[in-house]
């Protein structure tokens, strides 16, 4: 994914204003952007004009995505080395969405209370129980300082 997001603004550059290679371009940005965490909860679906619509899993999905819209859009735009996208639309569409696949239970309890934020930084450690151990001692932080 690494190598195809550095060659992401040179082949957007080269194909000039097709329609067909900005929008899977636009798609390829937000799959690096949103990462192994958010990845399964909201997709990328289509680039209408400049507005990129992506479908979430639910309402809660939606309203976390809507206060990071800003932050996300920059990352997309910056990893497509232009502003291609202009908006980011959130469409809640469930049967979009991969099945979940069960967790354990402290996982769902973790899922439960963390926010979404804490999940994108933590979608970047690879190691899986490195980002369990970061996700717990996160969790209990945020218990203590009472959020």
Do not use: C
Request: net charge positive; charged share 25%; aromatic share 4%.
């Amino acid at each position: 994914m690494e190598d195809l997001l550095k060659s992401l603004s040179s082949v957007v550059r080269a194909a000039g204003s097709s329609p067909e290679v900005t929008e899977a371009a636009a798609i390829a940005a937000w799959k690096y952007v949103a990462g192994t965490g958010m990845r399964p909860h909201a997709i990328a679906t289509k680039l209408e004009g400049s507005t990129l619509v992506v479908d979430v899993r639910d309402t809660i999905w939606q309203t976390q995505l809507t206060l990071m819209r800003s932050q996300l859009l920059f990352r997309v735009n910056s990893a497509l080395g232009q502003a291609l996208v202009s908006k980011i639309e959130l469409r809640v569409n469930p049967k979009a969405m991969p099945a979940e696949k069960p967790n354990k239970p402290d996982a769902d309890i973790l899922h439960n209370e963390v926010p979404i934020d804490l999940w994108a930084a933590a979608s970047e450690i690879e190691d899986k129980q490195l980002r369990q151990k970061f996700l717990k001692a996160a969790t209990g932080m945020l218990r203590r300082k009472g959020k």
